[in-house]
């Protein structure tokens, strides 16, 4: 169930180096422009310099984004097994679909903000592309209105002393078995999967969209080094996500879990919109 996933993995890993070598060259940004213009001699010449509020804004994006998916991915399982009383061969079989569903869904969002960005400011479609991603994250808030509550467990299960490596809930439902289970209301199965398409749409066009502002507002000039803070930034997410998130949905639930996400990616909306015209090519500005 496990190793075919990393197997598979690794044959997409090679696929896609041997792609890389065969059909991708190197060249600089610079090259596209006329080196007679003003624009041109201006940034080489080094008299216009890379916006740090601009690029601190996008990088600090970036890394929020990505925090934001290291949620989905960490409490996919133990959420629907709680909300939903599935086993944790159904969990994973279900969630693997539902994520299936979601890389096709990013992967049409990829290709649709190739002609939407000829059509419409790129600021503006990542404004668009986070209030896409809140409202995925705030669809899996279970809803006060709502009279039911998550399924009791089956099996025997200490709420205080739970193990997801070793419950063993193959032959009986498991339920939900933490505390908060008592007082919060349940999940709906079709607001969880309107929730995971949005955050599939949001993030695919976040990350692609941010990724492209931020190379414009660096320039012409050489991006290895700003594009390795861009990606450390998104590593350092993955690191620190997965610890949170599992700290506050075995402690508080999924309410405050997605409650606190989606607060941080209010707080990005609006540091976008304050920082709206300096996230423009170096050449604009």
Do not use: H
Not at 10 to 31: E, P
Not at 167 to 189: H, I
């Amino acid at each position: 169930m496990y190793t075919t996933a990393a197997f598979l993995v690794t044959l997409l890993g090679i696929v896609t180096l041997v792609l890389f070598l065969l059909m991708f060259k190197s060249y600089r940004i610079a090259d596209t422009l006329d080196e007679d213009t003003e624009d041109y001699q201006s940034i080489d010449d080094g008299k216009i310099e890379i916006d740090k509020v601009g690029a601190f804004v996008s990088v600090l994006t970036f890394l929020l984004a990505v925090l934001a998916i290291a949620y989905n991915e960490t409490i996919l399982v133990p959420l629907t097994m709680a909300m939903f009383a599935w086993s944790r061969n159904e969990a994973v079989l279900y969630n693997g679909i539902l994520l299936t569903g979601g890389a096709a869904v990013s992967a049409l969002t990829f290709l649709a903000i190739k002609y939407i960005s000829k059509r419409c400011d790129e600021r503006k479609i990542l404004l668009g592309s986070l209030a896409i991603l809140i409202t995925g994250y705030t669809l899996q808030i279970p809803m006060p209105f709502t009279s039911s509550y998550p399924p009791a467990p089956q099996v025997a299960v200490n709420s205080t002393d739970i193990d997801f490596n070793t419950l063993d809930c193959e032959g009986a439902r498991c339920g939900c078995y933490f505390d908060w289970c008592t007082y919060t209301p349940q999940l709906f199965l079709s607001q969880y999967i309107i929730a995971v398409a949005c955050v599939s749409c949001g993030y695919a066009s976040t990350t692609l969209t941010v990724t492209t502002i931020y190379s414009k507002i660096l320039g012409p000039k050489p991006q290895g080094l700003f594009m390795g803070l861009l990606t450390a930034g998104g590593s350092f997410s993955r690191m620190v996500g997965p610890v949170f998130v599992g700290f506050m949905f075995a402690e508080y639930g999924p309410v405050w879990s997605f409650l606190s996400i989606s607060i941080v990616l209010l707080l990005t909306l609006v540091m976008i919109i304050a920082t709206y015209r300096r996230l423009v090519p170096m050449c604009q500005r």
